[in-house]
Structure formats: C-alpha cells, structure tokens
C-alpha cells in the first residue's frame, strides 16, 4: 500500500485509543494513545515512568506504531482494508497474534511472522470475506479474555468500526498524489 495508508490507519487507531487511562482492569497499567508504560518502557530501553506516557503526542507515536505493528504485520505490503483490520488487531491484542489469526484464514503456517507465502495467500482471497473473517476471529479471541466483561462492550464498537471502514477501503480510489501549489494531479 502507499505511505498514506500507513498514516490514515494510525489516525484511526489513534482515535480508537483515546488518551491517557490508567484502568485498574487493564493489565498494560498507564496508557496513552494506546501505549502502555511496558511498550514505552520497551522502546526506551528503560522503565518509562507515568509522566512519560502522559506527555506522549502522536506525533510521538508514530514511529513506534509503525515500527512495533505496522511494519510487524506488513501493512504496506497488504491489500487496502485488510492492512488496517490486520493493524488494528497488532495494536490492540499484539502482531503476533493478528498475524497468527490472518495465516490461519488462508491456510498458511501460523508462525505468527507475515512473509510471502502469507502474503501470496492473502492475494488469492476475496478481500470482503477475509476482513470479514478476520474481524469475527478477533471478536471471538476478545470473547474468551478474562477482561471481556469489562471491556467487551467497547471492543465490539472497536472491531464493529474497523470492520466497516476497512470494507469501505476497498472500494475507495487510491489517493491521487496533487500538486501542493496548483492541486492538480501529479502524473505517475
């Protein structure tokens, strides 16, 4: 996909997060924009403390989304839709495991790691059914969580909402690049 899915899709995941949270239920503790202080503490190298996940921007953000979910699950290499259902899930429950459910769907090894046989696979599904497949696996996996009474009602919104953008990337042209003086088209 292009550098503006990529952006388009943090946007949404970003709006998804919310800002800062510390909620007792939540096993990641203090969170902002959808990091916790263990993934800023990570990519620190170093414990992070509570003020450090207060302070953080997206602009912050955004290279440890791509580099931690996006880049994990292959995002600029998936069919648009698909990249921001896959993305999405990596964000919130881990790539490892959004890859794993994704491989599952087309009939791959589930290594957890998107490579090209995933990625070959993918090109030979009906994009629908897979967004669709894939946004009911993940539904079923937060089901079975010991936090789903807690916060069930926010993922079924949560996937319910990715689910129906991510259908509507489909069928969206892809950006035309335009001239930032003029605003005309670019030629390719």
Not at 31 to 41: A, F, H, K, Q, R
Request: proline content about 8%; glycine content about 12%; overall charge positive.
């Amino acid at each position: 996909m292009t550098a503006s899915s990529f952006d388009r899709a943090l946007a949404l995941v970003l709006a998804h997060e919310g800002g800062y949270v510390d909620h007792p239920d939540d096993p990641g503790g203090p969170t902002n924009l959808g990091v916790t202080i263990g993934t800023l503490s990570a990519a620190l190298g170093r414990p992070a403390t509570r003020a450090e996940v207060r302070a953080l921007t997206p602009v912050s953000v955004a290279p440890l989304y791509r580099s931690r979910y996006w880049d994990v699950v292959r995002g600029d290499d998936l069919p648009a839709g698909l990249d921001y259902a896959a993305f999405d899930w990596a964000v919130n429950s881990g790539p490892a495991r959004a890859a794993i459910a994704l491989q599952r769907l087309v009939g791959v090894a589930d290594d957890g790691h998107i490579g090209p046989l995933t990625l070959k696979a993918v090109g030979g599904q009906d994009r629908q059914k897979l967004i669709g497949s894939l946004c009911d696996a993940r539904i079923a996996f937060l089901r079975a969580l010991s936090t789903w009474p807690s916060f069930g009602k926010g993922w079924t919104s949560r996937v319910a909402g990715v689910r129906k953008v991510a259908l509507g990337m489909i069928a969206a042209p892809p950006a035309v690049p335009t001239c930032p003086s003029c605003g005309k088209p670019l030629a390719a």
